[in-house]
């Protein structure tokens, strides 16, 4: 038997790592932050850990949208392509955070507001390209075609985009928005409005009978949607929206014509006035409750089966608004879980 030694050179980098195996190579990622004083420099694995980074440092999450602002500015500025680039090579997620991780970004040490201050080009001219002739007006709408069209979108929306745009022009709104995010702009709405406390919960339930079932439920908290509802100056800021009395709308409800009328002037609002009001200062509010179905698209078999309340003290004018009406909690489709037979033996109401 013949053996052979052939050496094997080894580069520095094998070497060193060979000679500290405690310390491992630092991993290079594709998806890396702008900010060039990152605590991260190695980058992120998917596109969404890169965006979850820009949400919880405000710093990198600024930078990264100067960034942006500036590679749109150079966009705008920069030569027509040649003919020999499709118009349409580019990347099509342009408009996110995370193409703009391996491009060229501005200085550190330039202001943010110089970064993303707006720049007004006057119109593109007569582009030709693959024997083509088209405007920036034609090249924007074609665009828009077929960013709705890869998206699998209803066409519908192409006008309705049309005129948000005309509309947000008009307000002199400079499309660089703060947030990049659907998640991030609806926790700011959630923060703006303060309607962090009518947010919906799920739990789990557990069904009666032998089987033993648990289900999960949606449900909203009674006391803060109730509040938001009384809250509202829109439904009971005018008296002429509410069914009390002119005179002392915090007593108990007497109908002007003596008559049956409104929800307040029934039998059932005064024996419940009678048993639970025992103090001056108690105001009697009526809940009102209403379920059915509601298909979640037209033509389709999936629904679901929202349970929505209001205060009797509004009038069927107000009632007949969708404002006036809170959501309690959605009604589990039993069928998704329990067979025919099952469903045979349980009652229905």
């Known amino acids: 038997m013949l053996l052979f030694c052939v050496?094997?050179?080894?580069?520095?980098?094998?070497?060193?790592?060979?000679?500290?195996?405690?310390?491992?190579?630092?991993?290079?990622?594709?998806?890396?932050c702008c900010n060039s004083h990152c605590p991260k420099p190695g980058g992120f694995t998917t596109k969404k850990?890169?965006?979850?980074?820009?949400?919880?440092?405000?710093?990198?999450?600024?930078?990264?949208?100067?960034?942006?602002?500036?590679?749109?500015?150079?966009?705008?500025?920069?030569?027509?392509?040649?003919?020999?680039?499709?118009?349409?090579?580019?990347?099509?997620d342009e408009s996110s955070v995370a193409s703009v991780a391996n491009s060229s970004v501005p200085p550190s040490n330039t202001p943010v507001e110089e970064q993303t201050a707006l720049v007004h080009v006057e119109s593109t001219p007569t582009i030709k390209q693959f024997g083509i002739k088209y405007t920036a007006e034609q090249f924007t709408e074609t665009k828009l075609l077929?960013?709705?069209?890869?998206?699998?979108?209803?066409?519908?929306?192409?006008?309705?985009?049309?005129n948000w745009a005309s509309e947000a022009k008009c307000n002199k709104y400079s499309f660089c928005p703060t947030r990049l995010e659907r998640s991030s702009q609806v926790k700011y709405l959630e923060?703006?409005?303060?309607?962090?406390?009518?947010?919906?919960?799920?739990?789990?339930?557990?069904l009666p009978g032998p089987a033993l079932q648990t289900i999960q439920v949606t449900r909203f908290n009674f006391t803060n949607q109730l509040h938001a509802l009384l809250a509202d100056p829109a439904l009971v800021g005018n008296l002429d929206n509410l069914d009390v009395n002119r005179d002392d709308p915090f007593a108990k409800y007497v109908?002007?014509?003596?008559?049956?009328?409104?929800v307040n002037s029934g039998a059932i609002y005064n024996l419940a006035y009678k048993n639970r009001c025992k103090q001056p200062n108690d105001f009697?509010?009526?809940?009102?409750?209403a379920c059915d179905e509601t298909k979640l698209q037209k033509g389709s078999k999936a629904g679901s089966w929202p349970l929505m309340f209001t205060v009797?003290?509004?009038?069927?004018?107000?009632?007949?608004?969708?404002?006036?009406?809170?959501?309690?909690?959605?009604?589990?489709?039993?069928?998704?879980?329990?067979?025919?037979?099952?469903?045979?033996?349980q009652s229905k109401i």
């Open 312 to 345: 009797s003290i509004l009038n069927q004018k107000m009632r007949n608004l969708p404002i006036a009406w809170k959501s309690l909690g959605y009604i589990f489709d039993l069928s998704m879980i329990q067979s025919q037979a099952d469903a045979k033996g």
């Open 284 to 289: 009697l509010v009526g809940i009102i409750f």
């Open 7 to 32: 050496p094997i050179a080894q580069n520095p980098q094998t070497q060193s790592t060979m000679s500290n195996p405690s310390k491992k190579p630092r991993l290079e990622h594709f998806f890396r």
């Open 191 to 206: 923060k703006w409005l303060h309607l962090k406390p009518c947010r919906p919960e799920t739990v789990k339930l557990l």
């Open 146 to 162: 077929k960013i709705l069209n890869d998206a699998a979108a209803p066409h519908f929306l192409y006008q309705d985009i049309l």
């Open 49 to 92: 850990g890169l965006y979850i980074h820009y949400g919880k440092s405000p710093h990198c999450g600024a930078h990264a949208a100067a960034c942006q602002a500036y590679i749109r500015r150079n966009s705008i500025l920069r030569s027509p392509p040649s003919s020999s680039q499709p118009w349409d090579i580019a990347n099509d």
């Open 255 to 262: 109908p002007p014509s003596g008559r049956l009328s409104a």
